[in-house]
């Protein structure tokens, strides 16, 4: 970038349907935060000067970095993804420049033997994490989400990762199956979390889901299903991360992060919550320093 980062930046975390920008000083320290529901799914393709005017309307005139699904074939434009293993001198190599001051950061991918795979904006979280010392140099990460990850990291760079689409499944049986009815409670650790877990981590949850229906139809004991769902699906998950060599850490918001170590928990393994937000900013700022 022509120019500099004396006066600071704004980093913003561009999803599919939502955005989160933060407002940071020279020094990396964040000073304003804003979300909204402008993901790239809500954006015409030539709007993107605009809402880009629009969060320095909000945030400062300063240079931008964005990270996401704004650097995806559905975004502004499309950053090719870096191929692991990947740090974050390959993040930086991989930068397009739309304008001047805004820095469009690729994603990641990951192929071999058969097994393709892609993120874009967990790459940051993940990178960030392990130069600000909250990943041992030798770790599986589980970020947890709509398309849950799980990274091998080693000494800073993600070597490889596999996709989980757990959130998305969850989704798909609340809004579009003929449990749906059944699962518009609210999801938290709780009695109905833990049996979902416990059965997940000795059978096959598949085998479960169908006896919610007929459990409410055959007037059996109340409970709360979207709970026991989600307890389903995520220790089904987990199983990813149990008896491994290797320490493993969960990352991502609070909510979410909470469930999966409740998860773990029940099957007898510790594991190091980190918060996303953290470590996505350390994640900026570490290829701030790069540019």
Known sequence: MQGGWGDGYIAVDWGTSNRRAYRVDAGGAMLQEMQDDRGVTKLAPGTYPDEIADLR???????????GMVGSNRGWHQAPYIPCPAGAADLCA????PQEDVALLPGVSFAQKGNFDVMRGEELQLLGAAAAGFLPADVLVCHPGTHTKWAHCTDGRIDNFQTSMTGELFALLCHHSILADRLQG???????????????LKANPLDALFGIRARYLLKGPPRNDAAYVSGLLIGSDIRRGLDQALPVAVMGGPALTELYARAFALAGQTVACIDGAKAFLAGVRLVVERL
């Open 57 to 67: 309307r909000r945030l400062g005139p300063l240079p931008l970095v964005l990270a």
């Open 94 to 97: 991989g930068v397009l420049w």
């Open 186 to 200: 609210a999801v938290a650790v709780g009695e109905d979390f833990d049996a979902g877990v416990a059965y997940a």
